[in-house]
């Protein structure tokens, strides 16, 4: 099946602008998890930070998510027109110029890329700028489009907000960073690929390669059950270099054994109502999954500190 790119000629009067609408452009549901990560990586980083500083870069780590967000609904006006999903934000819809996205997008990132290096070092904030880039120029404008690994590569962008955290606060990166950027670019494929399980037939009106539409259901499921393994024994790793201790441990056990769990039930389901209910399901376990896995990461750090472990 050949995947064409579609024009870009959406333009539409935004005569109902609010700033509701203005605050939708910025993904802020995207950001609250991009933000948390980030937060929780600044908190392990060795060292420590002061308050203050260390509240500068959780702000501009969430204003350079909100300006890639932006930037990709700039870009990606005309497939979020056709897709139920995405119909009613602000430009489809009809409340924000194109244009408009594209200047918010662009000052944004400026200014939370040059607020990060001034308040904290420039690897943050070079970290910072290559997420912004990797995201609105390499996954949105290229491999959104043209390949079904869109998910996989592109899911770095989302991965680099713990590490920028942890940057900020020492200077460099660890292998302990390197770990927690694993953890969310091998949870992104599962939890991509069982949405596009489900919403199999926006992803192809609007011409998008996502994996169940080019090579299949079968295959796409064994992919999932692939990476879900292989996310879960990355989330094992703190715990076997001895940088995180038994609370999180336990919780990465049990949390990652129920996601694996509902890989293999989607895996074993062929019958096309149950298969979207499990997609579904694995789906929104994975959105929780995440934030668990983090704030986990969180207690067991605190736990440390306060001399419970």
Known sequence: MAYVHHSHDVHVPAHEARVEDYLALLKPRVMSLVVFTAFVGLLVAPGGINPFVGAVAVLCIAIGAGAS????????????????????????????????????????????????????????????????????????????????????????????????????????ISIDSVVLFLIIFLWTPPHFWALALYKQSDYGAAGIPMLPNVAGEQATKVQILVYSLLLVASTLVPSVTGFMGPIYSTVAVVTGAYFVWLAWVLFRTTETVAMKKAGRSLFTYSLSYLAVIFLALLTDHAAELLGWL
């Open 69 to 172: 967000g932006a930037l990709n609904m700039w870009y990606d006006a005309d497939i979020d027109a056709i897709m139920s999903r995405t119909a009613n934000r602000p430009i489809p819809a009809g409340r924000i110029e194109r244009d408009h996205a594209l200047a918010l997008g662009l000052v944004l990132s400026a200014f939370s890329v040059c607020l990060l290096g001034l308040a904290t070092n420039w690897l943050a904030a070079s970290l910072l700028a290559f997420t912004i880039f990797f995201y609105a120029v390499i996954y949105t404008m290229w491999l959104k489009r043209s390949t079904p690994q869109n998910i996989v590569i592109g899911g770095a962008a989302g991965a680099f907000p713990p590490m920028i955290g942890w940057a900020a606060v020492t200077g460099t």
